[in-house]
């Protein structure tokens, strides 16, 4: 009780500068946009090239490529632990602050996701019923190709999944909407938004008792609802919430630097490495890059230093992270529309033409979310003020210390 009581009164450590403005901001905005390409790579690899042990030839030449793209789970790892960080954390300074309102919060976190979320939803149907009809791969619609991705895609275009994938009861009443299997992970982000609070406010002491029995029965009622695979991987996104509690590494700026540089391949070796060994159970193995995930964002706090906005590299991490969450909810279905048109029921084998033919299609696919973003995920604070206004409720400014665009109150 006394820890959250500490960590309400200052969320973010002191630091002379802030983390909105330290490198470390632009680091951990790096990782979230390299997560997001990772699940790309994966799921384009999947779709559009035959499996590793069905190469016949330069096995060991293509060895690297296809470890790159096979990470898209653990990707997934890295954004829970991330989103704990940012969202707890905009919970308790806002708390902190006196300016906590549920009615805020979800429109925060429902517009947010939603703004993103419903474009996904109708793209989706449009790409995967203009496949079905056009009939140029219909076992790959089918769920017959063996890609480790799609099912029937048909028998999953219904209203009633549809509105379930929108109000994030996939996986628990529902099946992930059309070919957009990457949707799955979007309701345990939802239900941990919601679990977190409940579970915060039942433990705070200055809450009401009254109150803390509600909000107890509240969480516990919620766990029960999303038992199984989205309650077992709450752990991981507390991590995020961990990191919080335990200050920033202070060591002196060579020294910092030496340490990041050290970490970075050894934390990509064992995330790659989990996501090859398949000896580990899956839960095990997601716990155990938790705690490197965890270890890994410790040491990138040591960037404590201010960033340049103007600097290319600041400028690339930031965008790459911008459009991340568009790019992670509408790429499976261009993909598989563009893989029914150019190699139908089949996949490739990764020859140069191939392989320059598969960038092609990814290019396309890239800046096919970046310009959906352009309409949507850039546009979520003007949709979110609308529609405070509209309500009538309360505008306090963003805590969530990844916005480089905000200022957090003081």
């Not at 109708?122 to 480790?148: M, S, T």
């Not at 893989?339 to 996949?347: E, H, K, P, V, Y």
Request: aromatic letters at 16%; glycine letters at 6%.
């Amino acid at each position: 009780m006394a820890t959250f009581k500490k960590l309400e009164e200052s969320s973010v450590p002191a630091s002379p500068t802030r983390f909105v403005d330290s490198s470390a901001s632009v680091l951990f905005d790096l990782f979230r946009g390299l997560a997001a390409l990772l699940v790309f790579l994966e799921h384009g690899r999947n779709l559009l090239f035959v499996d590793y042990p069905d190469l016949v030839s330069h096995r060991l030449l293509l060895a690297v490529p296809y470890v790159l793209c096979g990470a898209g789970h653990q990707a997934v790892v890295v954004f829970f632990v991330l989103s704990g960080y940012f969202i707890s954390g905009a919970v308790f300074s806002a708390v902190r602050r006196n300016q906590w309102l549920w009615s805020d919060y979800l429109v925060r976190r429902l517009v947010r996701l939603w703004v993103v979320l419903v474009p996904a939803l109708l793209f989706c149907a449009l790409w995967d019923k203009w496949g079905i009809y056009l009939g140029h791969a219909p076992e790959l619609y089918r769920g017959a190709v063996q890609n480790h991705m799609l099912r029937d895609v048909g028998q999953s275009l219904t209203p009633g999944i549809f509105f379930g994938n929108l109000f994030f009861l996939q996986s628990i009443f529902v099946d992930t909407f059309g070919s957009d299997s990457a949707l799955w992970s979007l309701a345990n982000e939802f239900w941990y938004y919601i679990l977190f609070p409940l579970g915060f406010f039942a433990l705070r002491r200055s809450t009401r008792l009254a109150h803390r029995l509600l909000y107890g029965l509240l969480f516990v009622g919620t766990a029960w609802l999303v038992r199984g695979g989205i309650l077992f991987g709450f752990p991981i996104w507390l991590a995020g919430t961990l990191l919080l509690f335990v200050l920033p590494p202070r060591f002196d700026p060579r020294r910092a630097r030496l340490l990041r540089v050290v970490s970075t391949p050894v934390y990509l070796l064992l995330l790659f490495f989990l996501a090859k060994v398949h000896g580990i159970p899956g839960l095990v193995s997601d716990y155990l890059l938790t705690v490197a995930t965890f270890a890994f964002l410790w040491i990138l706090q040591s960037a404590n230093h201010r960033s340049d906005p103007k600097s290319p590299f600041v400028r690339f991490s930031r965008e790459l992270a911008r459009f991340s969450y568009t790019l992670y909810a509408v790429h499976i279905p261009l993909l598989v529309f563009m893989a029914s048109l150019t190699i139908g029921d089949t996949r490739w084998i990764p020859t140069p033409a191939h392989i320059l033919a598969g960038l092609g299609l990814g290019l396309v696919t890239l800046f096919y979310a970046f310009a959906l973003a352009s309409f949507t995920e850039f546009r979520t604070d003007a949709v979110r003020r609308r529609i405070e206004k509209l309500l009538r409720l309360p505008s306090p400014r963003s805590s969530l210390p990844s916005n480089p665009n905000m200022t957090p109150s003081p």
